[in-house]
């Protein structure tokens, strides 16, 4: 049975991952498509990213990172139209270590309090092998098991290998973007992404939402600035992060979600 799509008000979607900015790269013109349907779209997000790199020229400490990197966060939150945003105080960088019972909880505790009917993370390749992005895939895919049937339809993100590298060969190819750094998340090896993400089961065209994702993208300044995204057009965006993957878990409820009756492109 195909759901009413237009009209996504008595439904509910929580996107998990590991950093501010995971939610924009990931899936963000589906949270964006998602909210300008009513959906209600919730994130939550297990650190502050004060380890990552910081590109926007000033000098911070990790704390400072943290803080900034939680205001970038709330920006992209309100361009893509999230209705809710968990930020944890997780430790960036060795969240795999740590003791991930509490976060189990802390996810089960926002599927209990936000009740989507579908749940989004990084699937267990964690798109490039970040060790932080394969903690909250396994932590959220724990913490969906632990519900059984009760559980929210659990969805991975993925995506095709050479996607990211396309995406940065083509804009770093242009004389105004020559010099740029050819790094793509602080990642130097491009084909990293993608490279063993599982297969697709669900593959949309977020179409005019794409320039929603380059915006909210582009508010996380610490990670961007100077990088290619800052060079891409918004028919760039159309063109180069339209298509989104997902991969569906076989965790939580069986039936189909609203996402597989979404139209091939939305209408807007
Ligand atoms: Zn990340």
């Known amino acids: 049975m195909r759901l009413e799509t237009d009209n996504l008000t008595s439904y509910s979607l929580l996107a998990v991952f590991a950093h501010p900015d995971d939610e924009s790269l990931a899936c963000g013109g589906l949270l964006a498509w998602c909210a300008d349907r009513g959906a209600r779209v919730a994130l939550l997000c297990a650190t502050h990213g004060e380890q990552g790199p910081n590109r926007s020229g000033n000098n911070k400490t990790p704390a400072q990172l943290g803080s900034t990197r939680a205001r ?15 930020l944890l105080d997780y430790p960036d960088g060795s969240l795999k270590w740590s003791d991930t019972n509490p976060l189990k909880e802390q996810i089960v505790d926002a599927i209990q309090k936000f009740r989507p009917d579908i749940v989004i993370t ?5 798109l490039y092998w970040h060790p932080d992005h394969i903690a909250i895939h396994e932590s ?4 969906c098991a632990t519900m059984g049937t009760k559980a929210p339809a659990l969805y991975y993100v993925t995506m095709p290998p050479d996607c990211v590298k396309t995406l940065v060969d083509t804009i770093s190819s242009r004389p105004a ?3 740029l750094s050819k790094e793509f998340c602080g990642i130097s090896d491009l084909n990293a992404f993608g490279a063993q ?7 949309l065209n977020v179409g005019c939402f794409a320039i929603q994702k380059l915006s909210a993208l582009r508010c996380h300044q610490t990670q961007v600035a100077g990088s290619v ?5 918004d028919r760039d965006a159309e063109e ?6 997902f991969h569906r878990s076989i965790i939580g409820q069986t039936h189909n979600t ?9 209408n807007k």
């Open 72 to 86: 970038e966060l709330k920006q992209a939150a309100k361009v893509l139209g999230l209705s809710d945003v968990v």
């Open 258 to 266: 609203f996402l597989e009756s979404l139209p091939s492109r939305p």
């Open 229 to 233: 995204l800052m060079h891409m057009t």
């Open 240 to 245: 180069l992060f339209s298509i989104e993957h």
């Open 122 to 126: 990084f699937g267990r390749d964690g």
């Open 140 to 143: 959220t895919t724990a913490a």
């Open 197 to 203: 993400a599982p297969h697709p089961t669900l593959v």
């Open 177 to 179: 973007a020559h010099a």
